[in-house]
């Protein structure tokens, strides 16, 4: 079959679809931009990006990205103006049925604390996700953080924490938060546990 007809037999379908309610309508948007992404040559998040109910996105309880007043409103500003031109990245919690914040937390802030813009969205947020357990989940979310140059010591401290006893040794944290040796020991030293250091994997770098 030629592609422009394909094309042109996929538009009069939609033109039904804008005669279901909101909340059909975006079901099947949803639904239609998985079967895409099964053609598709791309395997990745972004490739599929739905609209999820704004009060089933959640945040995730250990980021440490803190985002100052000015930076907040220049967010508020540019969704206002540019729209959303990145999506949030969540990891979907089937057994709760709800989105828990990956990466994105400030602009999921903006699209439900803002008047205008949550009135604009129609209650929906737009979400990629990646499904990961946890451990992978905050490796993401410090990496989504540090390559925009955000992050705070004390909270940083408690990732390291968090997941050296979840069994990642100190190579590992450093690797995956894209840190050297020595950062990874000196926020092990800031949490203050004596039970941190019994990893001597990069013990020469205090020698």
């Given at each position: 079959m030629d592609r422009k007809d394909v094309l042109q037999k996929f538009r009069v379908l939609l033109e039904e679809v804008k005669e279901l309610s909101l909340e059909e309508r975006v079901k099947f948007l949803n639904e239609a931009k998985q079967i895409l992404h099964e053609c598709s040559p791309f395997e990745e998040p972004v490739d599929v990006v739905k609209?999820?109910?704004?009060?089933?996105?959640?945040?995730?309880?250990?980021?440490?990205?803190?985002?100052?007043?000015?930076?907040?409103?220049?967010?508020?500003?540019?969704?206002?103006?540019?729209?959303?031109?990145?999506?949030?990245?969540?990891?979907?919690?089937?057994?709760?049925?709800?989105?828990?914040?990956?990466?994105?937390?400030h602009r999921n802030r903006v699209g439900k604390e803002v008047s205008d813009i949550r009135k604009r969205l129609k209650g929906y947020l737009p979400v990629v996700v990646i499904n990961k357990d946890l451990k992978e989940r905050i490796a993401s979310t410090i990496r989504h953080n540090r390559a925009r140059g955000t992050h705070a010591i004390p909270q940083m401290a408690k990732i390291v924490e968090m997941l050296y006893f979840m069994g990642w040794s100190d190579k590992k944290i450093a690797e995956q938060l894209g840190m050297e040796k020595d950062e990874v020991l000196r926020l092990k030293q800031f949490v203050g546990l004596g039970s941190l250091f019994k990893d001597r994997e990069y013990s020469k770098a205090w020698e």
């Amino acid at each position: 079959m030629d592609r422009k007809d394909v094309l042109q037999k996929f538009r009069v379908l939609l033109e039904e679809v804008k005669e279901l309610s909101l909340e059909e309508r975006v079901k099947f948007l949803n639904e239609a931009k998985q079967i895409l992404h099964e053609c598709s040559p791309f395997e990745e998040p972004v490739d599929v990006v739905k609209w999820v109910p704004a009060n089933k996105v959640i945040a995730n309880d250990y980021n440490p990205n803190r985002v100052a007043p000015p930076e907040m409103k220049l967010l508020e500003l540019s969704i206002r103006q540019d729209g959303y031109t990145q999506p949030i990245v969540v990891y979907y919690d089937e057994q709760n049925d709800r989105y828990i914040v990956v990466d994105g937390f400030h602009r999921n802030r903006v699209g439900k604390e803002v008047s205008d813009i949550r009135k604009r969205l129609k209650g929906y947020l737009p979400v990629v996700v990646i499904n990961k357990d946890l451990k992978e989940r905050i490796a993401s979310t410090i990496r989504h953080n540090r390559a925009r140059g955000t992050h705070a010591i004390p909270q940083m401290a408690k990732i390291v924490e968090m997941l050296y006893f979840m069994g990642w040794s100190d190579k590992k944290i450093a690797e995956q938060l894209g840190m050297e040796k020595d950062e990874v020991l000196r926020l092990k030293q800031f949490v203050g546990l004596g039970s941190l250091f019994k990893d001597r994997e990069y013990s020469k770098a205090w020698e």
